[in-house]
């Protein structure tokens, strides 16, 4: 009993002392002439890093840890006002009186004084920044959505952020609330992420922005005088900024300089007209605030920062309604120059998250931390925002194309789940169709069509199984050509044996099906079936191949890449038939079908390759590197003694405008490979060309239908993507918004072939193999992202001049 007394004693005592030290002060900060609100007017404790802010009512709080305590609130262009505050003080209310700016004589030059001014800000700061190596400082952020009519939702934090000269920004994540709506594993409010306008740098949006305190700020930026103000009897500056870099992205607005300091204690700016987004985003317009203060030392550092912005999507017939964002953020009780723990910075992931306080749910912001108030519209939210109130709800589209949208209300035990589904809902819902849906979701249709298989028809089945650590597939099809018809089947059995890991995988495959003479790496077999279906020139030569595939794969930790070993084992016989069907009747007769080296290939590969394999016919940038090397033997059951080596080298280089969100860049393929010994023909490669007009990048746009054949071949593609400057140039000024790209393009190669089988060509059919004889030379110009789908190509072929027109896949990055 005794024992529970104490405890009892100690809770109560333990509440009073913490009730004593964390009191919260509230109050109202107000124009003492007309009455109006000041938002965002700075509230600090005197002589400390102690401080916040006022809503848009003008209204604030802020805890503090003993009394009598000094307040002072300060406001651009009005007298700083002092209060001393006890614990019964009650509401403490500012009113704040205009101040009238004293200064000494100006001398009028012919430079606008904002030169001199921020050219002495400028200097200042290289000198306190120089000893400024890190700060604490416990943060509060708070993110609102909006549509057009009303707020959507609400996520606050309080998290205690970290600044280090050398390594950066962390934050640690201390709690979080949000309007039901938002899951928790939805909030991201934070600060770690936000500007400081003090940087040389900024990233806005993606855009490397020079700061308006940049070592070189004044080569970019125009500063102008535009008024004097004053604040505790010092006089501020008002300046404007502008630019006449008009393909640069920079800041216009407003900043203020505390005269005596030479120091910034506030920006009102946005980013210019070069910091836009091609579509689907029709409008991107941000703004952003923020106040700094010494606290009465050597640094300023940020007080806080307001974004405000608005951001339109649609295309046409699909436009969805305008996204309002707005962002407060405020820093106070900062600690400077103290060493920083290492374990911050161990991890790339700014974020993370304080386990022993991120479920405490309000008391956080309630008890313990300085928080900005919620205006009534906040407050309002808050009560009125429940978790049927979804995003989807609050921005759905118009237009033409919402009517193959199905916006299906499907309600849960909660009563609050919508899903979102595409086109036809058919028969997928409830147990209607589920034995049909069961049979066939791990089904594939295969189709084709070229002048020895003619009509191709067939079904795929792959499926993962204990826990995706095994794989099989299974295909099977029929050919209507060959002469009589012939069916193509086979199966793969996948398995990734390490419990822990994906990193190691082996697979062993067999099939019977019909394979082309020589390798794309642009075009698969469906892919060129379509010019064969209307009559041009078919892409291949073919060949039916009988064997196995075993292939052991590894992904190194730490690389992006991966090694391949592969074993083969084939027959490889010739097909002596070819047929010039077409849909449309055209009169071109198809060239004889190639003869092959008939035999059995016993072979190894090693295969290495580094990248993300994004080559998707040039609609994006790539990094890729890819090198094989491929060994035939007699020893190990072969016909043939060779060793082929091939390599595939992707690589894209910023290059003009890299400040830029789509800086120009340079987009280059080399594709090279040699061989040693007893090539057999079906083991040439081949130089891509264009799919009839269809030209992508890789393949040469000056050359149509039949690629070059090589048992050696060498190429080089390279294009500049100049995106719209061209166009903004020549005075088009929005050209950005409408996404089009102007890319300069070229490319050269050569391939050489066994004259044998040159010789063995003419014997047969009476024409050579298809090779480049000399250098194929093209040099040409695009207009990209047409529509925001397409791209139109003009090439000219250098070494056998001619125009060749054609069309392709957007470069969208």
């Not at 600090?44 to 805890?63: A, L, M, P």
């Not at 069509?449 to 191709?456: E, G, H, I, K, L």
């Amino acid at each position: 009993m005794q024992k529970i007394s104490v405890l009892f004693l100690f809770m109560v005592l333990a509440g009073t002392v913490q009730s004593q030290a964390q009191t919260q002060i509230t109050g109202k900060i107000v124009d003492a002439e007309t009455g109006d609100p000041l938002p965002a007017a700075h509230i600090i404790v005197k002589d400390t890093y102690r401080g916040t802010i006022s809503n848009r009512d003008g209204e604030f709080s802020i805890i503090v840890r003993e009394f009598p305590v000094t307040l002072v609130a300060r406001f651009i262009g009005f007298e700083s006002q002092e209060k001393v505050v006890n614990q019964d003080s009650g509401p403490v209310d500012f009113l704040l009186k205009p101040s009238v700016a004293t200064m000494g004589e100006i001398v009028v030059t012919g430079e606008d004084p904002a030169i001199a001014i921020m050219r002495e800000v400028i200097r200042r700061k290289k000198t306190w920044r120089a000893s400024l190596e890190t700060y604490k400082a416990e943060a509060y952020t708070r993110q609102q959505v909006k549509n057009d009519t009303s707020i959507v939702s609400i996520s606050e934090s309080i998290s205690v952020a970290y600044w280090d000269k050398e390594r950066g920004s962390r934050e640690v994540l201390k709690s979080k609330r949000q309007t039901a709506n938002i899951d928790a594993a939805d909030n991201f409010a934070g600060v770690s992420y936000l500007p400081n306008f003090y940087d040389d740098n900024l990233d806005i949006a993606g855009f490397d922005m020079v700061g308006v305190t940049n070592p070189d700020a004044l080569k970019y930026y125009e500063f102008q005088l535009e008024d004097i103000q004053s604040l505790d009897g010092q006089v501020v500056y008002e300046l404007s900024v502008t630019s006449d870099r008009k393909l640069q992205p920079l800041f216009e607005g407003t900043i203020f300089v505390l005269g005596e300091e030479y120091a910034l204690l506030e920006v009102d700016l946005k980013p210019n007209s070069v910091v836009v987004f091609p579509p689907p985003v029709q409008d991107f317009n941000l703004t952003y605030s923020q106040q700094f203060s010494n606290f009465g030392g050597d640094y300023w550092l940020p007080v806080d920062v307001r974004i405000e912005g608005l951001i339109e999507v649609g295309l046409v017939g699909l436009r969805f309604p305008p996204i309002g964002f707005k962002q407060v953020a405020k820093m106070n009780n900062y600690e400077v120059n103290l060493d920083l723990p290492d374990s911050l910075f161990k991890k790339e992931n700014r974020f993370t998250v304080d386990s022993t306080t991120i479920n405490s749910g309000d008391s956080l912001f309630v008890n313990e931390i300085d928080i900005i108030p919620l205006d009534t519209q906040e407050e309002m939210a808050y009560e009125k925002v429940d978790s049927n109130a979804t995003l989807e709800k609050a921005f759905k589209p118009t237009g033409f194309f919402t009517r193959f949208i199905d916006w299906e209300e499907e309600t849960e035990s909660d009563g609050s789940s919508t899903t979102v589904s595409a086109g036809s809902s058919g028969n997928s819902g409830g147990n209607n169709g589920s034995f049909f849906t069961k049979l066939t979701r791990n089904l594939s249709p295969q189709a084709r069509f070229n002048r020895v298989d003619v009509f191709y028809g067939g079904i795929k089945h792959e499926r993962r199984y204990a826990d995706n650590r095994l794989s099989s597939e299974v295909f099977g099809g029929y050919s209507t050509g060959y002469g009589d018809g012939t069916f193509s089947y086979g199966a793969k059995m996948g398995w990734w044996p390490l419990k822990k890991t994906r990193r190691f995988a082996m697979s062993l495959a067999y099939s019977a099906t019909t394979k082309t003479r020589y390798n794309s790496d642009m075009y698969m077999p469906l892919m060129t079936s379509i010019p064969n279906l209307f009559g041009y020139a078919d892409y291949f030569d073919y060949y039916r191949n009988e064997g196995i595939d075993f292939v052991a794969a590894y992904r190194p930790s730490g690389v992006n890449g991966s090694i391949r070993l592969n074993y083969m084992y084939e027959n490889h016989e010739a097909i002596n038939y070819s047929n010039s069907y077409d849909i449309v009747g055209r009169d071109l007769i198809q060239r004889p079908n190639s003869y092959i080296d008939e035999g059995t290939l016993s072979a190894v590969r090693l295969t290495f390759s580094n990248g993300e394999d994004r080559k998707a016919l040039g609609a994006i940038g790539a990094d890729d590197f890819s090198i094989s090397v491929e060994q035939s033997a007699k020893a190990i059951g072969s016909s043939w003694d060779y060793t082929r080596f091939k390599i595939d080298l992707y690589r894209r280089y910023e290059t003009f405008y890299q400040r830029r969100f789509f800086p120009n860049t340079l987009d280059m393929r080399l594709n090279a490979g040699t061989y040693i010994g007893d090539l057999p023909i079906q083991k040439n490669e081949a130089l891509d060309v264009a799919l009839g007009v269809v030209t992508p990048f890789g393949a040469f746009r000056a050359k149509r239908f039949i690629p070059y054949e090589g048992a050696s071949y060498v190429s080089l593609n390279a294009e500049h993507n100049f995106k719209s400057v061209p166009l903004e140039m020549l005075g088009w000024r929005k050209a950005t918004q409408t996404g089009l790209s102007i890319i300069a393009f070229g490319g050269i190669g050569r391939t050489w072939v066994q004259q044998e089988q040159v010789d063995e060509f003419n014997t047969r059919y009476g024409f050579p193999p298809v090779t480049t004889d000399d250098w194929h030379m093209e040099a040409g110009l695009s207009l990209s992202n047409i529509f925001n789908l397409f791209r139109a190509d003009v090439a000219y072929r250098i070494d056998n001049p001619g125009v060749y027109v054609g069309i392709s896949v957007a470069r969208f990055f």
